[in-house]
């Protein structure tokens, strides 16, 4: 007869009775040791399953040494963009049996490296998605952090492997479109001041400039959500820019909620371009032309590079990148005479 414990749980020594073996040879068993004789692990198997067993996931992962689970640290969980990657990264995830621990920093980049200390010492591996942090702080906590993986940032350590999106191309492929529809006087709605991938939007700036002198362009502070863009509406009128290239889609969209509150026509007046491409940019009125990121493609290879790294198959760290596809809608039109 098999006595269960106080708390009415059945347990490994219910099994091990059930079975006539030991407890730790329950243990291995349910472990996936195969150095356990065939015949036994049946016949534990079998009675595990009898008893309608099931092992604590807490003491299988301590005795494991893992936890079926990997982190994500991004800075801003409301952004549709960190969302896509989310989905990519959950989904290809599930497919292996691990899920997914999520810590949101809220763009305050002094807590990213708390976050991830935390997140990592929970979980079998990390990805860093986009961190604020400075290059400095970054290569100081990496040694700490492995298996880790970087999403839009590199790194000189080894072992990384990193998956960077060319913003710096795709802004330059946006500003030549804008240019190519007449607009010689151009602004830029800057994100923010600690994002890496502002950084490269702002180089890829600079070389369009050397290539262009006859354009002006305007840098003007921003961020990156819709209120920023919403708020910015007076700047981008005071420059007497004609084409406005937006940090994200979401400060695109929150620019022509602006302008259309003021009676600006978008594209007659002024044309906005954002980036990204997230689900909502072809439904606005009128649609958003953007720059198309793979962001959910960038999940999932996220989620491969972190297998092959924890199961120690050689992952790829020379780095990936990403090349951005520019999406003309309406929200774009030749410059006003």
């Known amino acids: 007869m098999v006595r269960r414990s106080a708390t009415g749980r059945i347990g490994i020594a219910d099994v091990a009775v059930k079975a006539g073996v030991s407890h730790a040879t329950v243990s291995r068993v349910m472990n996936g040791n195969f150095t356990v004789d065939p015949d036994i692990a049946a016949r534990v198997k079998a009675a595990a399953a009898e008893l309608k067993y099931q092992p604590n996931p807490v003491g ?53 490296a708390i976050l991830a200390g935390e997140a990592r010492r929970r979980c079998d591996g990390l990805v860093l998605c986009a ?19 970087l999403i839009n940032r590199t790194t000189a350590a080894k072992g990384v492997p990193t998956l960077v999106v060319d913003y710096g191309q795709g802004v330059q492929d946006i500003a030549e479109h804008l240019v190519n529809l007449g607009h010689t006087r151009l602004a830029f709605l800057a994100g923010p001041p600690r994002s ?36 910015a509406v007076d700047a981008v009128l005071e420059s007497g820019a004609t084409g406005i290239l937006a940090f994200n889609d979401l400060v695109a969209m929150g620019l022509m909620s602006g302008l259309h509150e003021r009676g600006v026509d978008v594209p007659g007046d002024i044309s906005v371009t954002g980036f990204d491409d997230i689900p909502f940019a072809r439904y606005t009125t009128p649609a958003l032309t953007t720059a198309a990121v793979p962001i959910t493609e960038l999940g999932q290879d996220a989620w491969q590079q972190m297998r092959a790294l924890i199961r120690q198959e050689g992952s790829d760290t020379s780095g990936s990148r990403y090349q951005p596809r520019l999406e003309v809608r309406a929200s774009t039109g030749p410059a006003r005479k």
């Open 131 to 149: 961190p604020r942090m400075s290059d400095a702080e970054l290569e100081e906590i990496i040694p700490s952090l492995h298996p880790l993986v």
């Open 60 to 112: 299988r992962s301590l005795a494991l040494g893992k936890t079926d689970t990997i982190g994500i640290v991004v800075p801003d969980l409301a952004n549709p963009t960190f969302q896509a990657i989310l989905r990519g990264l959950s989904r290809a995830a599930a497919q292996d049996g691990y899920r997914v621990l999520i810590a949101d920093s809220f763009e305050v980049s002094s807590e990213e």
């Open 196 to 231: 890496a991938s502002n950084a490269r939007r702002l180089e890829g700036l600079d070389a369009f400039k050397a290539a262009h002198p006859q354009v002006d362009v305007t840098m003007l502070e921003g961020g990156s959500d819709f209120d920023t863009g919403h708020e």
